[in-house]
């Protein structure tokens, strides 16, 4: 019986959660790195952002989203979201025995591994970039880095407004991005789920030489290390089926979403935590 329950394990779902939609940069991402993996993505809507909460309610909701994802059997949880990665995940990995992972390691190991300099930018929400969670995590892993922090709140609402190459978009990256790009940092992380639907326009902006880190791609990667290291993969040969949840229809979560994800979408459905 034992072998039978491993044997299947593997086909289970990957569960990914966020508080509303950044999140599907991650799935993306996951989408691309892991073809087959089956996967479900669970945006709280109805209660985000998680940027503005105390981190008690973030480990609280993070709780209730992972608890929805155990009951759908997963096989391993991806938290997509930067302030739940910073607040929350030590303490799901120590509730459910599936692995858990969240965005601010991968992104901070990419960084640390890329920079030549040891001077890495950082960009995020103003929740993401007081907390501090990224400095740390990067100063653990190298101390001789030295960590420059911009919070961008308006990209989050420019990515989802669909404003991401036009002039607003470049004289908005201009005006925060600036002063950062100007201290010697050779590596940036794009610190919210957001921001790399901007990508191109940051580029511009900072500069080629400044190579960006993806943190929803970093963690991607990961992922298909851990079902590796697991043998967790799926081994299907069809492509996975994608699967989408919120805890509310916030106005034109289609075609966000779709943006998000560069497809169309039709598997979405409320639930209630």
Same mark, same amino acid.
């Given at each position: &019986?034992?072998?039978?329950?491993?044997?299947?394990?593997?086909?289970?779902?990957?569960?990914?959660?966020?508080?509303?939609?950044?999140?599907?940069?991650?799935?993306?991402?996951?989408?691309?790195? +892991?073809?087959?993996?089956?996967?479900? %993505?669970?945006?709280?809507?109805?209660?985000?952002?998680?940027?503005?909460?105390?981190?008690?309610?973030? /480990?609280? %909701?993070?709780?209730?989203?992972?608890?929805?994802?155990?009951?759908?059997?997963?096989?391993?949880? @991806? $938290?997509?979201?930067?302030?739940?990665?910073?607040?929350?995940?030590?303490?799901?990995?120590?509730?459910?025995?599936?692995?858990?992972?969240?965005?601010?390691?991968?992104?901070?190991?990419?960084? @640390?591994? &890329?920079?030549?300099?040891?001077?890495?930018?950082?960009?995020?929400?103003?929740?993401?970039?007081?907390?501090?969670? %990224?400095?740390?995590?990067?100063?653990?892993?190298?101390? =001789? !880095?030295? $960590?420059?922090s911009q919070a961008c709140s308006l990209f @989050?609402?420019? !990515?989802?407004?669909?404003?991401?190459?036009?002039?607003? *978009?470049?004289?908005? !990256?201009?005006?925060?991005?600036?002063? /950062?790009s100007k201290k010697g940092?050779?590596?940036?992380?794009?610190?919210?789920?957001?921001?790399?639907?901007?990508?191109?326009?940051?580029?511009? @902006?900072?500069?080629?030489?400044?190579?960006?880190?993806?943190?929803?791609?970093?963690?991607?990667? =990961?992922?298909?290390?851990?079902?590796?290291?697991?043998? +967790?993969?799926?081994?299907?040969? =069809?492509?996975?089926?994608?699967? #989408?949840?919120?805890?509310?229809?916030?106005?034109?979560?289609?075609?966000? *979403?779709?943006? #998000?994800?560069?497809?169309?979408?039709?598997? $979405? =459905?409320?639930?209630?935590?």
């Amino acid at each position: &019986m034992k072998s039978l329950q491993i044997k299947n394990l593997h086909k289970r779902p990957i569960g990914v959660f966020d508080s509303g939609i950044g999140g599907l940069t991650v799935a993306r991402a996951l989408f691309e790195i +892991l073809p087959n993996e089956n996967i479900i %993505y669970l945006g709280d809507t109805a209660r985000l952002p998680y940027g503005t909460k105390s981190k008690e309610t973030v /480990i609280l %909701y993070s709780i209730e989203c992972l608890k929805f994802l155990l009951s759908k059997k997963v096989k391993m949880i @991806v $938290v997509a979201c930067n302030t739940a990665s910073s607040f929350a995940v030590p303490f799901l990995q120590k509730i459910t025995k599936i692995p858990v992972i969240g965005v601010l390691i991968p992104g901070s190991e990419a960084a @640390v591994n &890329m920079t030549k300099n040891n001077k890495i930018g950082l960009i995020g929400t103003l929740g993401t970039v007081k907390s501090l969670s %990224y400095k740390k995590a990067i100063i653990r892993l190298n101390k =001789k !880095a030295e $960590v420059f922090s911009q919070a961008c709140s308006l990209f @989050v609402q420019l !990515a989802e407004d669909g404003w991401t190459d036009n002039k607003i *978009a470049e004289l908005t !990256a201009k005006e925060y991005l600036t002063d /950062i790009s100007k201290k010697g940092i050779d590596t940036m992380i794009l610190g919210c789920t957001h921001y790399p639907i901007l990508k191109n326009t940051i580029s511009k @902006v900072i500069g080629k030489n400044i190579k960006l880190i993806d943190s929803g791609e970093e963690t991607a990667k =990961k992922v298909n290390i851990i079902l590796q290291e697991k043998k +967790l993969l799926n081994t299907q040969k =069809k492509k996975g089926e994608h699967r #989408f949840f919120v805890t509310d229809f916030p106005n034109n979560f289609h075609q966000i *979403a779709e943006r #998000f994800l560069g497809k169309k979408i039709h598997n $979405v =459905k409320q639930v209630k935590l």
